[in-house]
């Protein structure tokens, strides 16, 4: 976890550190320094989240089928391809889950990218961020598959192809299963705090041509970390929801 408070926490901490803690209590903890209840990881999230949000109301504001803007086209290209993703991986039941698999890419996305910009650190780069998408992953096609078959149907997943197997089958079933969030955490967690690290390294070398070739390959790590993220969610829920033959 980084020790480095941006410019943004600090304001957050001098200004809103009575919010913080009250926050805090919500969920019975407490800052190691009351007076400093904000982390980094937490605040840029915060940020995250509002670009967001100010992203969706300004698209939706200016959505039109005669002429489409620029913002429309690139939604409608990331709408597109998460769709199609979304129909190879789980097939004729894609369209119920393209909402969640299309916030996951575009958080991760926006989330891995932000600490490109100067002043600010990209949240997934604290192991919290990726362990948090992570869990609402597990969870979610846990709750898709239990809720489209049931217990006993759901169940079965876990058998085995051959009921003698069963036995051995089920713990090896259970721990990749609870496997699952641990790889996505470590997968986005690692590559994020790698390629942070690398780039602040060349950018306190010099300030010229490799700082440049580093943050294009951190954009190339960022995209491709959000997409592989949400690739091996569509991959859970198609498992999930998958009917026996």
């Not at 969706?56 to 290209?77: N, T, Y």
């Not at 909402?99 to 996951?104: D, R, S, W, Y």
Request: charged share 10%; with cysteine.
């Amino acid at each position: 976890m980084t020790t480095h408070e941006v410019w943004l926490t600090k304001l957050f901490n001098e200004y809103l550190a009575g919010l913080g803690n009250w926050l805090l209590a919500l969920f019975k903890m407490t800052a190691a320094d009351p007076k400093e209840p904000w982390a980094d990881f937490i605040v840029m999230q915060i940020v995250v989240a509002a670009i967001m949000i100010v992203l969706f109301l300004i698209l939706r504001s200016r959505l039109s089928v005669d002429k489409p803007g620029k913002l429309q086209h690139v939604f409608e290209l990331i709408h597109g391809f998460v769709v199609e993703s979304a129909e190879d991986q789980v097939g004729h039941d894609a369209h119920h889950h393209v909402v969640i698999f299309e916030t996951l890419f575009i958080f991760l996305l926006l989330a891995n990218l932000i600490g490109i910009i100067p002043g600010f650190i990209s949240p997934t780069q604290v192991v919290y961020v990726p362990a948090g998408c992570a869990v609402l992953a597990f969870l979610y096609y846990n709750y898709i598959g239990l809720k489209k078959n049931g217990p006993l149907k759901y169940g079965k997943h876990f058998l085995g192809p051959i009921p003698v197997m069963a036995p051995l089958m089920v713990p090896i079933e259970i721990i990749s299963h609870f496997a699952r969030p641990l790889s996505l955490t470590i997968r986005l967690f690692a590559n994020m705090y790698a390629g942070e690290r690398v780039t602040l390294v060349f950018l306190s070398l010099t300030y010229l041509i490799a700082p440049a070739i580093f943050m294009g390959l951190h954009v190339f790590v960022s995209v491709l970390q959000a997409y592989i993220f949400m690739l091996l969610t569509m991959m859970y829920v198609a498992g999930a929801v998958a009917e026996e033959h």
